[in-house]
């Protein structure tokens, strides 16, 4: 993380300008980056700006865009909405002809109003939760997957692989924490038939937040399972809050399994919940390195960067995407781009991307994922859903 501007400037109106390659002088197309480049999910949000720096430099070394060198504005949310709504509108008076981001789902969902209202495409290569592309606003994309989607994967694997009968479930009360939470366990609990209970909820709860290098303590939420003795723990959140509560699960030594989703899928999960980690399942995407088409972003990235980010490769491909849709337009009218994003098929990092009606892409693959001998590793076979 980067901390020391933030030290002496507001965070919430900090938006900074990096500059990449050399075109013509003077002559500039600005995009925006949205998300938390500083607290707790500072790695995150740094994860996504350097794909989107990676996909600028070379887009400036191949001579940029209609003529003109691409320039980053980038805004720190700090995982906030109410920062998200400053950020968005900032970056809206700055003259960004697209932006990617948010990071979070209640930061994306934030912002897509501001940007709504003035009809700039938004692609959020991380935001997971459905009501982001639900709203009716035609000019808001991403690259990920859904939550709806996630939440199937992991149900199926519980009931059909694992055979769970007693499950636990925690959200981290955020947008996002709570609707994945709230989707696996619609998928899990379809599983039950109108004679024949297959699946029970023996516990639900909503975790504090870490603020400020905080640590709560889980226990009062946690004890009560050492008697209910559930055989899944579900947890939807992101990963300060999960590697505590992994931690805090090993130490009353339950048994249950834990499964939980993509946000969890940082470094810093096992950094910080060493090796109580070990085991855990989540879901994301397939790995970057196992995809042909997508080796020359992770040499390239690798060489720049050191360690690829979990999204960083979605940010690429937003990035890809909308300055594109520049080239293809002729112009940086975001109504002329909105409507190249949805007709255009675009080629990224991780294959071809299409988006449909709603401005979620066709394909959306999943794996399951777990942590052994200290590393992320990749579990099953990839399932897309369509």
């Not at 998300?35 to 001579?63: F, I, M, W």
């Not at 909503?206 to 226990?219: H, S, V």
């Amino acid at each position: 993380m980067k901390k020391s501007v933030a030290m002496f400037l507001t965070v919430s109106v900090l938006i900074t300008l990096v500059f990449f390659g050399c075109g013509p002088g003077g002559q500039q197309i600005k995009i925006g980056v949205a998300g938390p480049l500083t607290g707790e999910q500072g790695k995150a949000g740094q994860d996504l700006l350097h794909g989107v720096q990676l996909a600028v430099s070379e887009c400036n070394a191949r001579g940029g865009v209609l003529g003109k060198r691409v320039v980053i504005i980038a805004g720190d949310d700090r995982a906030d909405e109410k920062e998200a709504n400053v950020i968005a509108q900032r970056l809206c008076d700055q003259g960004v002809a697209g932006v990617v981001g948010h990071y979070n789902s209640h930061c994306s969902i934030a912002g897509s109003r501001i940007y709504n209202q003035r009809m700039i495409p938004q692609i959020t290569p991380s935001s997971t939760n459905p009501k982001f592309t639900r709203q009716g606003f035609v000019n808001v994309f991403r690259t990920c997957g859904r939550d709806d989607q996630q939440g199937r994967i992991a149900a199926d694997y519980a009931f059909n692989t694992m055979k769970v009968k007693k499950v636990a479930i925690f959200s981290d009360g955020t947008t996002y924490g709570l609707g994945l939470a709230e989707e696996f366990k619609k998928s899990i609990l379809s599983y039950n038939q109108p004679k024949k209970v297959e699946v029970t909820i023996v516990a639900e709860a909503q975790l504090p937040l870490i603020t400020e290098g905080k640590a709560p303590d889980y226990g009062p939420l946690l004890d009560p399972l050492i008697s209910y003795q559930p055989d899944l723990i579900y947890f939807g959140g992101s990963y300060p809050e999960g590697a505590m509560l992994i931690r805090q699960i090993k130490e009353r030594r339950l048994a249950a399994a834990f499964m939980t989703g993509d946000a969890i899928a940082n470094s810093e999960l096992i950094k910080r919940g060493g090796v109580a980690t070990e085991g855990i399942l989540f879901t994301f995407g397939p790995a970057v390195e196992d995809m042909p088409q997508a080796g020359r972003f992770y040499d390239s990235f690798k060489a720049r960067y050191g360690e690829l980010g979990p999204y960083s490769v979605y940010a690429y491909d937003a990035a890809t995407v909308l300055l594109k849709s520049i080239e293809l337009a002729g112009t940086t009218g975001g109504d002329s781009l909105v409507k190249v994003i949805h007709s255009a098929k675009f080629s990224g990092a991780m294959g071809e991307l299409e988006f449909d009606e709603t401005g979620d892409i066709r394909a959306a693959p999943y794996v399951l994922w777990t942590v052994k001998g200290g590393e992320f590793r990749p579990v099953r076979a990839e399932t897309t859903l369509k």
